[in-house]
């Protein structure tokens, strides 16, 4: 009896030590940022409705349907699994690890205007919004393979890590598409003739013959 009454300290200590040691590490995965909706599609007028009011965060937001806009990326750029309200998405890597993001989306009607997008665009990397009147100097109008292309660069200096915006907004078909480039601003500015290079590639698709 003496003899298992000295193993019991023993054999808890043991279990005490077992228990300390074992420890259970947890990791939080940051949520992929969603696409940020044009400010029609945010103010919920071409959203469709939810039935038994739903939370209107899970939502399905309409892209454009019917025949799409084709083009040609660059070598380089890093094609990404399709995401739910995008037609395209890359990412396009620098160095040190520094990566930009192109993503290409389509949406019915003109999804608040030119201007009301643009804005959009400046706000997501802390700029002042434009007016009717700064327009002219802010965009650049090109045409080409019967296309009309609204290009952009907005750069933010002063914010903490420097961002850079490339756009294009095409209006094609009923709808309003949009190409962008977002990320550091060295990078984004390093890639902009590939950009530039990339929007000469868009085109719609050949009609059907009868």
Not at 33 to 47: D, I, T, V
Not at 169 to 178: G, R
């Amino acid at each position: 009896m003496r003899h298992r009454h000295a193993l019991l300290p023993l054999v808890l200590l043991t279990l005490l030590t077992a228990c300390r040691e074992a420890k259970v590490e947890s990791y939080r995965v940051p949520k992929e940022k969603p696409e940020e909706l044009p400010p029609a599609m945010a103010a919920g007028a071409s959203a469709p409705a939810v039935p038994g009011g739903a939370d209107m965060a899970g939502t399905a937001v309409p892209t454009a349907d019917g025949s799409d806009l084709t083009w040609t990326a660059p070598a380089h750029w890093k094609a990404k699994p399709a995401a739910a309200m995008r037609k395209g998405s890359f990412t396009v890597p620098g160095e040190n690890g520094a990566e930009a993001d192109l993503s290409i989306t389509a949406f019915p009607g003109d999804v608040g205007g030119e201007l009301a997008n643009l804005n959009r665009w400046r706000g997501q990397i802390q700029l002042a919004p434009l007016s009717d009147g700064d327009l002219p100097g802010a965009t650049t109008r090109i045409e080409q393979h019967g296309l009309t292309f609204v290009v952009v660069d907005f750069v933010n200096t002063d914010a903490a890590g420097p961002r850079r915006i490339l756009g294009a907004i095409v209006p094609y078909n009923n709808a309003t598409w949009f190409f962008k480039l977002s990320g550091p601003a060295a990078l984004v500015a390093k890639e902009k003739p590939a950009f530039l290079a990339f929007l000469q590639t868009i085109s719609a698709p050949a009609p059907s013959a009868p």
